[in-house]
Nanobody, 127 residues
Framework: QVQLTESGGGSVQAGGSLKLSCIAS????????MGWFRQALTKETEGVAVLCNDGTSSYADSVKDRFTIYRNNTKGRLYLQMNSLKPEDTAVYFCAADYRELAVDMYLKLNSPMDYWGRGTPVSVSS
């Protein structure tokens, strides 16, 4: 089993920044693909960014050039740096992990949902 705990969400004005963190525990860290997903009110869950341990990554078009996903394998942490936030980025953000090592886009597009999920951290961006 893998436990994932997110933190760093909050309320900001449009144009502001937030950094989300995810702590992974319970299984060997470093051999999996991990990602950030979000779900806005009344909308379906969507992929935001995915990063695999081989260095491959993928981002949703809506966040490219604004968000950056990165990890610290030593500390067992995954991060999402979010800049130039927009009201449409408002959502609950989830950290997820998977050990099957599928293609990053398979995870991002939720063709193969990741096996392990955190409980989420809310992000609210006001105009």
């Amino acid at each position: 089993q893998v436990q994932l705990t997110e933190s760093g969400g909050g309320s900001v004005q449009a144009g502001g920044s937030l950094k989300l963190s995810c702590i992974a525990s319970g299984r060997s860290y470093g051999s999996e693909c991990m990602g950030w997903f979000r779900q806005a009110l009344t909308k379906e869950t969507e992929g935001v960014a995915v990063l695999c341990n081989d260095g491959t990554s993928s981002y949703a078009d809506s966040v490219k050039d604004r968000f950056t996903i990165y990890r610290n394998n030593t500390k067992g942490r995954l991060y999402l740096q979010m800049n130039s936030l927009k009201p449409e980025d408002t959502a609950v953000y989830f950290c997820a992990a998977d050990y099957r090592e599928l293609a990053v886009d398979m995870y991002l597009k939720l063709n193969s949902p990741m096996d392990y999920w955190g409980r989420g951290t809310p992000v609210s961006v006001s105009s």
